[in-house]
């Protein structure tokens, strides 16, 4: 069930939704935030089927989202609600320094990252730094993003060459759901065709593109810009 808002939404403060599956750590947040004179907390809620539309309705400039619905959920949620509210700015909130947790949150569009063992300072300075178009994480995860940027760097002038990829308009279309985390299963369901079709054509970009999984398909078409 989905908490009640907190407080009343303030044209001059930082409005921020909470999601997470303990409501200890909803209220906690919700007591440390709401004390911040800049700060306003508009809702707080465990992961639901109804929660994209109760953050839709809020409208938050701010979400803090904890890392179990985020491992449990549908992992398109926050790229779905970043194209609802294109405003919207997603700080996860991690036990522990995840690099592929971390890497995964920031391929969806998440700009921060605190672990849930940060001062009440320090996640209202997220707050703030994200609202303010910073990106905030712990320095011990700099290093795991340069590191896959630089990974991807160097695979970019092999596939330039293959003309942006040369995926079909239908290769294009599974990119984009394989980037939501629909399973071949999902896809063929979706698209009303056998199981099996679907397989045949992922294999076939993988060759197409030379890599050997789906994601890094996908990674590589948004680096591209050939899917959102």
């Given at each position: 069930?989905?908490?009640?808002?907190?407080?009343?939404?303030?044209?001059?403060?930082?409005?921020?939704?909470?999601?997470?599956?303990?409501?200890?750590?909803?209220?906690?947040?919700?007591?440390?935030?709401?004390?911040?004179?800049?700060?306003?907390?508009?809702?707080?809620?465990?992961?639901?089927l109804g929660v994209f539309d109760e953050i839709v309705a809020v409208s938050p400039d701010v979400l803090l989202f904890d890392?179990?619905?985020f491992t449990s959920c549908d992992p398109g949620l926050i790229s779905e609600l970043r194209k609802s509210l294109p405003h919207i700015r997603v700080v996860m909130i991690g036990m522990e320094g995840d690099r592929d947790l971390f890497l995964r949150a920031v391929r969806e569009g998440a700009v921060g990252y605190v672990l849930k063992d940060a001062s009440a300072v320090e996640v209202a300075m997220a707050v703030r730094a994200v609202f303010e178009g910073e990106a905030v994480c712990p320095p011990s995860l700099c290093m795991g993003l340069f590191d896959y940027v630089s990974q991807q760097s160097r695979v970019l002038p092999t596939f330039r060459a293959k003309q942006q990829l040369g995926l079909t308009r239908r290769e294009q279309q599974l990119v984009e759901m394989i980037g939501r985390g629909l399973t071949n299963k999902e896809i063929a369901q979706q698209l009303n065709v056998a199981e099996q079709t679907i397989k045949n054509h992922v294999h076939r970009m993988l060759r197409k593109v030379g890599v050997s999984d789906r994601l890094a398909v996908v990674d590589l078409c948004r680096t591209q810009g050939l899917v959102a």
């Open positions: 069930m989905s908490s009640a808002p907190v407080s009343s939404a303030s044209a001059d403060k930082i409005c921020v939704y909470l999601l997470a599956e303990n409501r200890l750590l909803r209220e906690a947040l919700a007591r440390i935030l709401s004390k911040k004179p800049d700060i306003c907390v508009t809702g707080s809620s465990p992961f639901s890392c179990m619905p």
